[in-house]
């Protein structure tokens, strides 16, 4: 064993992509395994080892983890990305929760019916431009700072970051209105771990392409 957290799902995004960037920013290096069988996955079930039958699986300190949330939350108060006291780690919660159902939307485009993308994309941007990012435009305002929470960085600045650059990737040009998400933008992704993360050749995922969807649609049978 290297000591790394191990990192079990499929090569490429999902729910394990939120996984990888709290890891990177929090400068961890991690391990990774991928389905490429639906009996690798069977065996993991069988074995007991996927508490309910789903992934990602993270291994860590001795604990096989499931549940994104769970790994999540471990991971940000580990490494102290989880704010100073109760209070801001409610409001990093509240924050991550908002961010997690606009990704979710992102998650499922790519499994989205091709007479329905343009219908879903078009869902997408209405919500981050209306629903979402004015929400955390006002915080960085309000707040003054350039974190979110408290002066320091946290789990929430690697969440907004991260959803940011995936909804820009599908829709050039959503943060025409927001300003200072714009210059959010720029400051964490000029941050050494994060600018690292970036760069090509790092554990980031590309989009999802026609193969990733052949292979998680085929071993979880969706």
């Known amino acids: 064993m290297s000591g790394k957290p191990r990192l079990t799902y499929f090569n490429g995004r999902g729910r394990m992509e939120s996984i990888r960037w709290l ?4 400068g961890v290096e991690f391990e990774e395994f991928f389905f ?27 604990m096989k983890m499931v ?5 999540l939350s471990y ?16 409001l990093i919660d509240m924050y991550v929760e908002g961010i997690t159902d606009l990704m979710q939307m992102i998650l499922m485009f790519p499994f989205s019916p091709p007479e329905a993308k343009e219908k879903t994309l078009d869902s997408i941007k209405e919500r981050a431009t209306n629903r979402y990012f004015p929400v955390f435009e006002k915080v960085l305002k309000q707040h003054g700072q350039d974190f979110l929470v408290g002066n320091k960085f946290s789990w929430a600045d690697v969440q907004l970051i991260e ?8 829709i050039p040009g959503v943060l025409s209105e927001f300003p200072l998400l714009q210059a959010f933008k720029i400051r964490m992704s000029n941050m050494p ?4 993360f970036l760069q090509p050749g790092s554990p980031r ?15 979880l049978k969706m």
């Open 75 to 90: 991971i940000a108060g580990k490494y102290n990305l989880y704010g100073k006291d109760l209070k801001e780690r409610a």
């Open 193 to 196: 771990t994060i600018k690292k």
């Open 23 to 26: 890891l990177a920013a929090a």
């Open 67 to 71: 549940q994104t949330r769970a790994i």
């Open 205 to 219: 995922k590309p989009p999802a392409d026609a193969h990733y969807i052949e292979t998680v649609s085929r071993i």
């Open 36 to 62: 490429e069988t639906r009996e690798q996955y069977e065996k993991l079930i069988k074995d007991g080892v996927l508490m309910f039958q789903q992934v990602p699986l993270v291994e860590i300190d001795g």
């Open 163 to 170: 959803a940011i650059l995936t909804v820009e990737e599908n």
